[in-house]
């Protein structure tokens, strides 16, 4: 996918709630629960390993605050992070995000094994 063509390098600036010098963070437009956020390179790369230290580090900063609003707007229980690296590991965006899910208590009966659940006879050991 082409840089002009790519949704995360051209944002509608409405859908984004926070900026960091190096990325932002925008809510995911098919959320897997309430809060789901996707936190975004402003750099166009497909894979976390083509990152920088510096984009990085902003990355992870940004993964915490967002983390820190979804707490205090949503109340989660936990959370699972994923990236998806590669179309074999369901990459459908090639440009980097990371996706910041929040969960609740009760929202599927078993979450045990979290994200082995990408891997669904595999998720319970």
Request: glycine share 8%; with cysteine.
């Amino acid at each position: 996918m082409s840089q002009s063509k790519c949704i995360f390098c051209n944002p509608h600036s409405d859908c984004i709630f926070m900026t960091e010098q190096l990325c932002f963070a925008r809510w995911d437009g098919h959320p897997v629960s309430k809060g789901h956020a996707l936190i975004i390179p402003t750099r166009h790369f497909s894979s976390y390993f083509e990152a920088t230290p510096e984009e990085r580090l902003a990355l992870w900063n940004l993964v915490e605050s967002v983390k820190n609003l979804i707490m205090e707007k949503y109340e989660s229980d936990g959370f699972n992070l994923g990236i998806n690296i590669g179309s074999a590991a369901g990459q459908s965006v090639l440009h980097l995000h990371i996706h910041l899910i929040p969960r609740y208590q009760g929202d599927m009966p078993d979450p045990k094994g979290g994200v082995r659940g990408v891997i669904p006879e595999r998720q319970k050991y």
